[in-house]
């Protein structure tokens, strides 16, 4: 057990580290791959510890799409306001997270211990006003994407069939939140930055990277359809938990991975230490 132990937090001996030259060598595809086979054990441990800090937000997920399964506005507006304490609650763990995983996709060393605490006591300022000001800025354009639905179903007239369409534009600045949002954490954690220049950076490498972003958003969208109908069909709460302990890495590995080529492309700013 001990062995085992062992193993799981500095790696199997037996195994390589990955080099420069190594790297420099592979494809973004191969790194994915080569990043598990040597750190296979470690993410897994790294999982776990994050979905610690995520079990707020996983019980509260469970209830929605499994025991409520209610997705109208009306039964979705409780679980929105509910996931606010969540949030905040999985704002410490996704810092730490982040700032692990993020290295580890670069092939930059990264103790899950000590960094994964690192990334929690340097950012959590920030990482505190971000996760606030994306909460509201998300409800805010949900709300609106419905109230513009609504005015114009309740409604007859040019005018408020034309006004309906306002929605689809809300719909898009959505997709655009979650873009940017896509690489705040990581600006976040990697660079030393005023909140205003995370905002604006995140901005311009969406934008810049612009179908990587899509390609990574559609990607995690697609992962989170799939678990949604693994638990309608499985409706395990102990499975729930565990298949995100094991998994959640993974899809966010392949994202940070891509993101490590991004970065050293198009940003050129200070790291932190």
């Known amino acids: 057990m001990g062995k ?9 001996p037996n195994k390589p580290d990955l080099t420069k030259e190594k790297v ?14 040597v750190r296979g054990g470690k993410l897994i441990l790294l999982n776990a510890l994050y979905s610690l800090f ?5 019980f509260l997920t469970y209830i929605m799409l499994v025991v409520n399964q209610d997705f109208s506005m009306q039964g979705l507006v409780p679980f929105i306001y509910m996931y606010f304490p969540c949030f905040l609650i ?9 700032n692990v995983l993020h290295r580890w996709a670069n092939d930059e060393h990264a103790w899950i211990g000590a960094d994964f605490w690192e990334g929690i006591k340097k950012n ?3 990482g505190l006003i971000v996760t606030i000001i994306n909460y509201f800025v998300l409800l805010l354009l949900i709300y609106c994407t419905w109230f513009w639905g609504q005015l114009a179903v309740q409604n007859e007239g040019e005018v408020f069939q034309f006004l309906g369409y306002i929605r689809y534009i809300i719909m898009g600045l959505i997709i655009v939140y979650f873009l940017v949002h896509l690489y705040i954490f990581p600006m976040m954690v990697r660079y030393k930055l005023t909140i205003k ?5 995140s901005f311009l490498l969406a934008f810049r990277c612009f179908l990587g972003s899509v390609a990574c958003v559609l990607g995690l969208a697609i992962y989170l359809v799939l678990i949604y109908l ?18 959640v890495t993974l899809p966010y590995l392949a994202v940070y991975v891509y993101m490590g080529s991004a970065f050293d492309k198009y940003v050129y700013l200070e790291l932190k230490e």
């Open 197 to 201: 220049e995370i905002y604006k950076y």
């Open 124 to 126: 959590w300022k920030q």
């Open 230 to 247: 693994l638990f309608v069909n499985i409706p395990d709460p102990i499975f729930f938990l565990l298949f995100f302990v094991f998994m």
């Open 4 to 12: 085992l132990f062992q193993k799981m937090y500095i790696g199997n």
């Open 24 to 37: 420099a060598s592979q494809t973004r595809l191969q790194l994915f791959f080569t990043v598990i086979q």
């Open 54 to 58: 995520l079990i707020p937000t996983l």
């Open 90 to 98: 999985a704002m410490p763990g996704t810092l730490g997270f982040t």
